[in-house]
């Protein structure tokens, strides 16, 4: 920390304060005009929230999920399924 005694130092000391100021205030400029450009207002897309009392893991095509999951064993334990109508 640099104390100034005599007028001189005071007077640095002073120069050397406003120059840092302008500095800081070129550099608020440039930031307002680059978060302009970028806009952070918009903020994320919304999403969907789901409806009370609905499940959102459930599938809502019950043959896709079996075919996906038991594929085989699925196809061979209702293939015959209609032979007994």
Do not use: C, H
């Amino acid at each position: 920390m640099t104390v100034a005694t005599t007028y001189e130092d005071r007077i640095a000391l002073i120069k050397k304060i406003a120059q840092r100021r302008n500095k800081m205030a070129k550099i608020k400029v440039q930031t307002q005009k680059i978060t302009e450009t970028v806009n952070y207002k918009t903020g994320p897309k919304e999403i969907e929230i789901p409806k009370e009392g609905s499940n959102i893991y459930a599938w809502t095509d019950a043959s896709k999920y079996a075919k996906e999951y038991y594929g085989d064993v699925m196809y061979e334990t209702t293939r015959f399924d209609n032979d007994w109508d």
